[in-house]
């Protein structure tokens, strides 16, 4: 069974920062895409950012600028560095695979999310 697993979340000041990681196996790590999808109350899962197996990166317009994607290949890990959050990124945010050598579309695979909380 493919296991991803979420750490990071948390409560944060409006402009204050956290970063999350997703841990994967080896063999999952090498052949997936990697992401991050967020889901807020009373609203649609949403992609937040996505990176490809080598480096590229995706990112939804509203977090632009503010977050980072990142994988570290040698850790089997991705991480989502989040900057100047607004009360709007308040959502379970979830990690996500998908089989493609190609950006990440259709994921395959999901963590079991973490919560962030944003406080204005």
């Known amino acids: 069974q493919v296991q991803l697993v979420e750490s990071g979340g948390g409560l944060v000041q409006a402009e204050g920062s956290l970063r999350l990681s997703c841990a994967a196996s080896r063999i999952i790590f090498s052949i997936c895409a990697m992401g991050w999808y967020r889901q807020a109350p009373g609203k649609q899962r949403e992609l937040v950012a996505s990176i490809t197996r080598d480096g590229r990166t995706n990112y939804a317009d509203s977090v632009k600028g503010r977050f980072t994607i990142s994988r570290d290949n040698a850790k089997n890990t991705v991480y989502l560095q989040m900057n100047s959050l607004k009360p709007e990124d308040t959502a379970v945010y979830y990690c996500?695979?998908?089989?493609?050598?190609?950006?990440?579309?259709?994921?395959?695979?999901w963590g079991k999310g973490t919560l962030v909380t944003v406080s204005s």
């Open positions: 996500a695979a998908e089989i493609t050598i190609a950006t990440m579309t259709n994921p395959n695979y």
